[in-house]
């Protein structure tokens, strides 16, 4: 499972989903709106979107789409 995080009203976090819709990874990421949670704002709020895999590897933005099948291919 891997997450997105993001908030509402980010431009750049529509790119990524897009992203990740066309990667075929949108059935295994669950998004988490950043403003939902107090650490998850700390920790992302200047870097959203940021990709998290389950091992906690993060993908900070900006990515191409090959750079995130080569990230995604390279899990657990």
Do not use: N
């Amino acid at each position: 499972m891997l997450t997105l995080f993001h908030t509402d009203g980010c431009h750049l976090c529509e790119q990524a989903w897009a992203l990740v819709e066309e990667a075929g990874l949108a059935t295994t990421t669950r998004q988490c709106d950043i403003m939902d949670d107090e650490q998850w704002l700390a920790a992302y709020r200047v870097r959203i979107p940021v990709l998290r895999d389950e091992a906690g590897r993060e993908l900070g933005w900006s990515f191409t789409l090959v750079e995130l099948k080569s990230w995604a291919a390279r899990q657990g």
